[in-house]
């Protein structure tokens, strides 16, 4: 059975596929109307975010967003993808479809949106579009989705039958922020409870203290330019080469951050010893729930816990706010769990059609370190002297190079 046996085409839904952001531009208020209906929208299914991110990692990369309409013109659901030529699982030269957003190692949950009801309709629509312009890719791998996501679980019981497809996951870890600071402390082991008094009175005596929230523009270059500082710093010295030393990633971050900052869900906090910035703390607000993405403090203060004092004044006053979550996003590091952190999971699905080249990859990459060999011997000479000849022109200096299920994600400051 091949993969258009199981498909049909979609019945009362209309998809269009977005090429450029100038296209996606018509989309940005009923974006916003769909993720208000979506129960696991996030920031990272924003257009704020994807858009952002776009411009400073989209080089190389073929935009592809696919929205859904139902019979009446309303936006039902999107997908937002990307195309571009990497390698896979150390296969070189594939089609790779991704999650927009995914492949520089900054974004964490990403996903499918669509309206409730509408996911298998939806899901169809898109394998459908996809399996028209099989010629534009090869591999399909949407990473890092919330392990509930209502789109991956509609996509699976569509591919199961026919398709090749794999699965698995990816670890992350967030704080459920109970009502009140004291219920909250009591997540807390009882040395940690009593170090954050202990150093948070002892920098109090030693300096004058500053600890707020960027609010205002005008702040946003001396805060962006302490974390990218800071953070550098950290890591450096720990012989790590740090998130920030690439252009594309700070322009992301300052551009991201006005935007945020106008849709009032920057969450950029500052703690200053003696009118200088000590540590800094990079987060982003959806409703209740606040992801923290980077942070940074300064090593040489690092025996006055200044990042530690940090994060206990934000979650503080975030659970004063109503927040409901501190998200840590991927990973769950010892430093985490000891903030009263719970691990959880991302989902990733990897698929393509069976009898593709994508497919022959696909399957000899999760069949172990023999996969290649076993393609080198089984494929036609003329298929293998062809990614041969598109290995060589993405060798280094090109920057598709990426390993299976997306890149690292970049360092992260402990405290």
Not at 18 to 24: A, G, I, P, T
Not at 55 to 71: I, N, P, T
Not at 80 to 92: A, H, M, N, Q, T
Request: hydrophobic share 35%.
């Amino acid at each position: 059975m091949s993969v258009s046996d199981t498909l049909t085409p979609p019945e009362a839904l209309t998809v269009r596929a977005f090429r450029s952001l100038d296209e996606l531009r018509e989309l940005s208020t009923t974006w916003d109307e769909l993720l208000a209906e979506y129960p696991l929208a996030t920031t990272f299914s924003s257009s704020a975010w994807l858009s952002s991110w776009w411009q400073s990692f989209g080089k190389g990369r073929q935009l592809l967003v696919l929205a859904g309409f139902d019979s009446d013109s309303r936006l039902i659901g999107l997908a937002p993808l990307s195309i571009s030529r990497e390698r896979y699982g150390g296969f070189p030269g594939l089609r790779v479809l991704r999650l927009m957003g995914d492949g520089s190692g900054d974004s964490d949950n990403l996903d499918l949106p669509a309206r409730p009801r509408f996911e298998a309709g939806f899901a169809q629509a898109v394998l459908w579009y996809l399996v028209q312009q099989k010629r534009d890719w090869d591999i399909c791998q949407l990473n890092s989705m919330p392990v509930r996501s209502p789109m991956a679980n509609a996509l699976v019981d569509l591919l199961k039958p026919s398709w090749l497809m794999f699965e698995h996951s990816e670890r992350c870890s967030s704080i459920p922020l109970p009502e009140t600071w004291e219920g909250y402390l009591q997540l807390l082991s009882s040395e940690d409870r009593k170090n954050l008094d202990r150093y948070t009175r002892r920098v109090q005596k030693r300096y004058s203290t500053r600890v707020y929230r960027c609010t205002r523009e005008s702040e946003l270059p001396v805060c962006l330019d302490a974390l990218f500082r800071l953070h550098q710093l950290r890591w450096q010295k720990a012989g790590q080469p740090g998130s920030f030393g690439s252009v594309e990633r700070c322009e992301f971050y300052q551009r991201l951050s006005r935007t945020l900052l106008d849709r009032g869900q920057l969450e950029m906090w500052v703690l200053e010893l003696d009118g200088v910035i000590a540590a800094t703390q990079f987060a982003f607000r959806f409703g209740d729930r606040v992801f923290q993405l980077q942070e940074g403090y300064d090593p040489e203060r690092s025996s006055d816990r200044v990042g530690f004092i940090l994060r206990g004044a934000v979650i503080k006053q975030l659970i004063l706010e109503k927040a409901r979550s501190y998200d840590f996003l991927g990973g769950v590091d010892p430093y985490k769990a000891a903030w009263g952190a719970q691990p959880g999971k991302y989902r990733n699905l990897h698929f393509a059609r069976p009898f593709s080249l994508g497919g022959i990859v696909l399957r000899a990459v999760h069949h172990g370190s023999e996969g290649k060999q076993w393609l080198r011997d089984n494929l036609p000479g003329s298929v293998w002297n062809l990614l041969h000849k598109i290995n060589v022109g993405l060798r280094p200096g090109h920057e598709q190079q990426k390993p299976a299920g997306g890149l690292p994600r970049s360092p992260r400051s402990q405290s």
